[in-house]
């Protein structure tokens, strides 16, 4: 069986629509940062399927990109996430207003 662009394109959206439906419905913090990074995840299989379908690199090279600002954003928003919850217990988004005067 060969692997199409259309088999990319699909399992880049599925996974891109469950990111942004986590992202949205879910009011859990931690949940939220996986959708997060499942919607960049998604972002690069739909990168990596167009580069291999017109055999171009570059496509596969900016994933790469993505994939490094991902690492550094969950080093980042772990570390923002445990801070906010040293002062605050609780992991539920409509309860951080920290920021509020």
């Known amino acids: 069986m060969i692997i199409s662009l259309g088999h990319y394109i699909f399992l880049g959206t599925v996974l891109f629509i469950i990111g942004m439906v986590g992202f949205l419905v879910r009011r859990n913090i931690?949940?939220?940062?996986?959708?997060?990074?499942?919607?960049?995840?998604?972002?690069?299989?739909?990168?990596?399927?167009?580069?291999?379908h017109f055999g171009i690199v570059r496509g596969q090279i900016f994933t790469m990109f993505i994939?490094?600002?991902?690492?550094?954003?969950?080093?980042?928003?772990?570390?923002?996430?445990?801070?906010?919850?040293?002062n605050k217990p609780t992991v539920n988004v409509?309860?951080?207003?920290?920021?509020k005067w």
Not at 30 to 51: D, K, P, Q, R, Y
Not at 67 to 86: N, Q
Not at 94 to 99: A, K, L, R, T
């Open 94 to 99: 409509d309860e951080f207003n920290i920021m």
């Open 30 to 52: 931690i949940t939220v940062f996986m959708s997060l990074e499942l919607m960049f995840n998604a972002i690069g299989i739909n990168l990596v399927g167009f580069s291999h």
């Open 67 to 86: 994939i490094a600002v991902a690492a550094a954003e969950a080093a980042v928003g772990l570390a923002i996430i445990i801070a906010i919850f040293r």
